[in-house]
Each structure stands twice: as C-alpha cells, then as structure tokens.
C-alpha cells in the first residue's frame, strides 16, 4: 500500500499536539463525580453538565493547598490545562485551582468541618465546662501586639483589679497561626493555677479568622480541661471555635467581662451578707434553742425509765406474738399432713389388695386386659398375703 499512513502512536501524539497548544490554561465549571482520593494525595475526578463529560486529575501538591473537601454532586469551578492520557487516548483537565461554584472555598470548609464536628457531638452542650465564681488567674491566648489583648486586659483590671493575668503570645492569622494557637492551649494547662482560658483575636475577614475555623484547634479547645472562651472577631463573626468552647463572647471586651464578676458587684453582695448574716444567725440559735428545749420538756426526758420499760414491754408482747404465731402454723401444716397420710394410704396399692383384689403381672409387667393374653402364658399373681404363679388356660373379655 503506497498510500501515507499513521500509527496510532502518531495519530494520538498529533492531536495531543494540536489539543495541548490550542487550549490556554481555562476555567470550566461542572458538576463532580467519581472523586476519589488515592492514596498517593492525588485526587482523581469526573467533570460533567447535562450535554458531556471529561475526566480530570489534580495532583498531591495542588490537591493539598484546597480549603475544602472535594465530594460527588458538587458544583466547581476548575482552572486547569487540557492534557491527552496518551496510554488510553483519552483527553482531561488537570486542574490547578478549584472552588465551589457560586460560594467561596473557605466557606464550604468552614461548613464541611462544623457538619462533621457537629455530627461527632463536640458542639453538645453535656460537653460544656462552667465558669469558675471567683477565679483568681486569667489566661489569655491571643496576638501580644493586638487591640485584643488590650480590650481584655482594660476590662479585667477595670472589673477586678486583683486578678492575675497570664498571656500566651501567639500569632491569630497566618499559616502557622491555628498549630501555635493549639499549642499555646496545651502549654496553658501546664501552668499551676489557670482559672479560665480566654482564646480570641478582633474582627477581620473570613480569611483573617480563619485559624480559629481549623480542626486542630478545635479539638485542642474540645480536649482541654479548664473552660474557655471564644472570643474571635466581632459580634457578627462566627468560628468553629465558638461553638467547641464552653462559652462564646461576641468581642473580646465581653469575654473579659464574661470572665469575672465586677468588684462592686463582689462588694455589694459582701456588704449585704456582713449586714444579714448576724441576724440569719441569731434566727438559726434561735430556733435551735427552741427545739432543744422542747426536746427537754418532753416525757423520755422527764421519765426516761419509763421510756424504756414502754420498750422491754412492747419487746416481751412481739415476742409472745411471735411465739402464737409458729405455733399455729406448725399445727396448720401437721393437720395438712395427716390428711395427706390419710389419702396416700387409701390410694395405695397394698390398701386395693387388703380389700380383697389381686393384681396380675406378665413378664413383670401389669396385665390391665385380656388382649395382652394368649392361652398357656405364665402370668403372676400379686396378693395381699404373698404372690402365686398360673397359667392361663382361656381369655373371654367382657361384652358391654
């Protein structure tokens, strides 16, 4: 055949070619399918819409830069470059970036890892530690150079002066920021004498916050021991750790003022118990004294040999109860007993015999009719003086 031909190799390889170098790295959006996590990191999909489909990769280092979890029915939008799977011929995206379609990937995180929180049961309130009344050490974990830090530590000193204050510097945003954040929660229990943690930052964008929204620092929040308080961003922010934490402040300033109780409230309630305890007291003797007396004037106390004696009498009247009692069951069960005797003996088989009857036995056994018969069988004779052997010589049953 003089006629010019392509292997399948070059075929493939050229429309690979022509593919590859007609399409820039694009954005398509679509639905995904198939998705499936290899253990390798690389992430393995299916892009589709109603008219067509293509298959998709995107490899360990993009795969792991994603704030979200890539699941079946999603809508995404992926940015990626057209690629020909030589081996197969077949054509995909290997995507680069990959966000949700119509909500951005932070907020599809923060909604994926509070589902999954909240279905393990770490937002249940059974979980949730109270406030210590009068703690004595504050610690705070939050940014040493923050606005933050300064509301807390105004309104503490502002509401109880003799409180200590510990801080944990960490940093509040940044890549590293929610490992230090967890850490500094660890350390805090290792100090003696922490009270409460207050653990926050001021306001800011979702990205901003976003180290309070991680897993490791809720689970820090969910394992520790002494109670915390979230304090992160503004009153209308909301984080993952606010809803791990045993209490959620809106600001930072509330979480200081959640934290302890205001002085003159303290001295206000001192006052008041300095002025009612005396006379809560003089009530209680009081009564006490009433009641004593009354006990004294009572008949043990003025005859308490007479007490007694009531009781040795009351003892010698149960006793002889007692007594009449087993009497009369125990001639109840021997009446019940004769009449058994009674009945046994006229039952029994020797009592038949006395009366005249006899028994008939074949090979050991009890004749009860002429059937179990047949002439010149050896039977026995069971009387009531002895027993007597025969031989029957005819059967004849009765006609009823």
């Not at 979230?230 to 809803?243: K, L, N, Q």
């Not at 007694?308 to 010698?316: A, E, H, N």
């Amino acid at each position: 055949m003089d006629r010019p031909f392509l292997s399948v190799t070059q075929l493939t390889r050229e429309i690979k070619a022509l593919l590859e170098g007609s399409f820039p790295r694009l954005w398509v959006e679509g639905e995904l399918s198939n998705v499936k996590r290899h253990s390798s990191g690389h992430v393995y999909f299916t892009l589709k819409d109603e008219g067509a489909q293509i298959g998709g990769a995107m490899w360990r280092s993009r795969a792991g830069t994603l704030a979200f979890q890539p699941a079946d029915g999603m809508k995404v939008l992926v940015e990626g470059d057209i690629q020909v799977y030589e081996p197969s011929g077949r054509y995909q995206i290997i995507a680069q970036q990959m966000q949700p379609a119509g909500i951005g990937s932070l907020q599809m995180a923060f909604e994926q890892l509070k589902k999954r929180l909240h279905a393990e049961g770490l937002f249940e309130e059974r979980f949730k530690k109270p406030l210590p009344r009068y703690p004595q050490t504050i610690g705070v974990i939050t940014s040493p150079t923050g606005a933050a830090l300064r509301d807390i530590i105004s309104v503490l000193r502002r509401r109880m002066p003799s409180v200590d204050i510990v801080v944990a510097p960490v940093r509040v945003q940044g890549e590293t920021a929610a490992a230090e954040i967890a850490r500094a929660i660890e350390l805090c229990h290792q100090l003696p004498g922490l009270d409460v943690l207050i653990v926050g930052r001021g306001g800011g964008s979702l990205e901003d916050l976003w180290p309070f929204n991680e897993e490791v620092v809720a689970r820090a929040i969910f394992k520790a021991t002494l109670p915390i308080i979230s304090a992160v961003g503004h009153e209308t922010d909301f984080s993952i750790a606010d809803f791990v934490a045993d209490y959620r402040a809106p600001t930072p300033s509330a979480a200081a003022e959640i934290a302890v109780r205001d002085r003159r409230e303290v001295l206000g309630e001192l006052n008041y118990f300095r002025e009612k305890l005396p006379a809560v007291f003089t009530r209680r003797i009081s009564r006490q004294r009433e009641r004593l007396e009354s006990i004294r004037k009572g008949y043990a106390f003025r005859k308490p040999q007479d007490a007694v004696y009531q009781r040795m009498q009351r003892l010698d009247e149960l006793h002889r109860q007692m007594r009449l009692s087993m009497e009369h069951l125990i001639a109840r069960r021997r009446t019940e007993l004769d009449g058994f005797e009674k009945h046994l003996r006229a039952v029994s088989p020797q009592a038949v015999l006395q009366r005249g009857y006899s028994l008939l036995t074949k090979d050991g056994k009890v004749v009860r009719n002429t059937t179990s018969l047949s002439r010149g069988d050896a039977v026995g004779i069971l009387l009531a003086d002895g027993r007597a052997e025969a031989t029957i010589i005819k059967t004849e049953p009765h006609n009823e």
